[in-house]
């Protein structure tokens, strides 16, 4: 055996014990929020000042904390406060909202009130308990600068305001900051549940109001005050803040500590101005079509509207094993309730009896064509010609070891599908176990790409959130994919370079690079046969070219995911500090491909 085999196994060896290794301290509780916060969070800070140059700085900037409060809630509030005493960043101004019984047992509670900088009483709170922003915002003892609202019992971390100044003041005019978070237990002393954000992700904020504790820039939010027809609804102003803004700026790291939990009940009035605030945003941003939200489970929005049915082309690359394009095409057939669509089989040298036996079967089905595809197999070449031979104008691709199991799949693929920001749109696929095959794909994680909560139960949910939520992603797979044609042509179709993996990965590169989103839907949910037909063969040649298209966004950090987050595994978890780096893991794969 070559020296070059000895370190080829050796390193496989080493990444393959990482990944075991975290498995093992996720399943046996080894390695908790606490040791990620001592051996990870410590460091980074601890590796900077956390203190901001206010003198030096390009401007001082100013931010202002909303603090609506009720009688009663006095002990969280000094919580708060404290938080604010403890900034390393002394810039900042506090202003309690108060209603009139809330005034007196301020006056008479245990907050200290001594700092100059915390301005009250602002009696803004009305009999019915709801605030008048577009009054609170015209306040003359608000600065120019940066607002944001916490409610009592939330914190900050002690340089997050440090931090968020020099960010600021690095970058251009940022209009909305917004950092990740976790949750302080009953009496404040134990930090949990860590909630790890992506970059700015627009349809992510139809199941996760993420910017509901961001800061705004106060010209910004003052001019969405003013057009706001609920100015008495924060999270109105809130959306209407990401509709109108040019720069939303995620920092990666967790500065707000969140006080108690305040859970959306399904029909309680939070719920329902929740689910109001949502369909008013999806109305303001272009779904014009009766756009309907509710809750199919807890923790979980799902966003509908009527769907102008256009004609589908659903194409399917095929080559014998004719048991999963059987099922494959029954599923479709018997299932789907969209009624628009033909279904195009590429062919790539099928030889078997049985199969070809089959294609007799369905010759005669006016829904569906066969194509052949004469030479050596390229799956690339397979879908692009596929596209060629179809008009219709959406395109599907889809594996033909898929298995169709809800009826609206096709509905909810065309619906997002068609909105025109959107090139590209993936789905939830699950195993025959019914654990997650696919639910987006993450840069870098695991080598070149991989598919995130792969391994996951079905309605997984941790610091990444939820498997249920609508997403935007780098990539998503080819196994079902939506195109419009019109995007697809503009692309340019599948690499040909790429025979049989990451052709779908750099597709969505490049569908990004020309300025669309990739979204991933849960509610398109199907079942993946993986590996059905192809096995799990992956020719080194795709490997290598896959570098080379990959190596900037892995060495960069995929903007879809979070750099708190492990890279190593596929199911969200915290990262190590053992771990290998993902530029590294992906020039070794290429290496001793």
């Not at 976790?182 to 860590?194: C, M, S, V, W, Y």
């Not at 570098?547 to 060495?555: E, N, R």
């Amino acid at each position: 055996m070559s020296r070059f085999s000895i370190k080829a196994i050796g390193w496989k060896f080493k990444t393959a014990s990482i990944k075991s290794w975290i498995k093992l301290q996720d399943r046996y509780g080894w390695f908790s929020y606490n040791d990620w916060i001592r051996e990870i969070e410590s460091n980074v800070i601890s590796s900077s000042s956390g203190q901001s140059n206010v003198e030096s700085s390009e401007q001082i900037l100013c931010f202002t904390i909303l603090i609506p409060y009720r009688a009663g809630d006095d002990d969280p509030l000094s919580r708060t406060i404290a938080s604010l005493a403890r900034q390393s960043y002394p810039n900042w101004k506090a202003l309690l909202l108060l209603d009139q019984s809330s005034e007196s047992s301020l006056i008479s509670g245990n907050i200290d009130l001594s700092d100059e900088r915390i301005i009250s009483p602002v009696l803004q709170i009305n009999s019915a308990g709801k605030i008048p922003y577009r009054d609170v915002l015209v306040d003359e003892r608000l600065s120019d600068g940066y607002i944001c609202r916490l409610l009592p019992g939330d914190t900050l971390s002690p340089n997050s305001l440090a931090k968020f100044a020099d960010t600021i003041n690095v970058n251009a005019k940022i209009d909305i900051l917004y950092a990740d978070e976790d949750q302080l237990n009953e009496d404040g002393t134990i930090r949990e549940n860590p909630q790890f954000y992506p970059d700015w992700s627009p349809e992510y904020l139809f199941s996760s109001n993420y910017l509901i504790r961001a800061f705004f820039h106060s010209q910004l939010l003052s001019e969405v005050t003013n057009l706001s027809t609920e100015e008495e609804v924060y999270e109105d102003l809130v959306y209407r803040c990401a509709e109108n803004a040019e720069n939303i700026y995620h920092v990666p790291i967790v500065a707000i500590h969140t006080g108690r939990t305040r859970k959306l009940i399904p029909g309680s009035p939070a719920a329902e101005k929740h689910l109001r605030s949502v369909r008013n945003h999806a109305i303001r941003i272009g779904i014009h079509d009766n756009p309907q939200v509710f809750y199919p489970g807890e923790g979980i929005s799902q966003l509908t509207w009527r769907v102008v049915e256009k004609e589908v082309a659903i194409i399917i690359p095929t080559r014998d094993r004719p048991e999963y394009l059987r099922r494959c095409l029954k599923s479709l057939l018997n299932t789907t309730n969209y009624s628009k669509y033909t279904i195009t089989l590429v062919d790539s040298g099928s030889r078997d009896p049985e199969t070809l036996s089959y294609y007799k079967e369905i010759e005669n089905n006016s829904q569906i064509k066969i194509i052949e595809v004469p030479g050596e197999f390229n799956f690339s070449a397979a879908l692009n010609c596929g596209a060629k031979h179809t008009h219709e104008e959406i395109i599907i691709f889809l594996n033909n070891d898929i298995e169709v199991i809800e009826p609206s799949w096709l509905e909810e693929m065309v619906r997002w599908s068609s909105i025109p920001e959107i090139g590209i749109v993936g789905s939830k696929l699950l195993y025959p176990d019914g654990k997650i095959q696919h639910a987006g794909i993450i840069m870098g994680m695991e080598g070149h790409a991989s598919h995130i909560f792969g391994g996951a139960e079905d309605g997984a949910i941790g610091a990444f959130g939820s498997v249920n939520w609508y997403r935007n992603y780098s990539a998503v797979t080819a196994a079902c994919m939506a195109m419009r044609r019109e995007v697809y042509q503009k692309i340019g179709g599948f690499n040909e370079d790429y025979k049989l993996v990451f052709n779908d990965v750099e597709l969505c590169l490049r569908t990004t690079e020309a300025g669309y989103r990739v979204v991933y839907t849960p509610f398109a949910q199907m079942i993946h046969h993986e590996g059905g037909t192809r096995g799990h063969y992956i020719p080194s040649e795709d490997i290598r070219l896959g570098f080379v298209h990959m190596k900037d966004i892995v060495a960069q950090g995929d903007p879809c995911y979070n750099p708190n987050l492990s890279l190593a595994v596929r199911i969200p978890t915290l990262k190590r500090p053992f771990e290998e780096s993902s530029t590294e893991r992906l020039r070794m794969i290429s290496k001793y491909s």
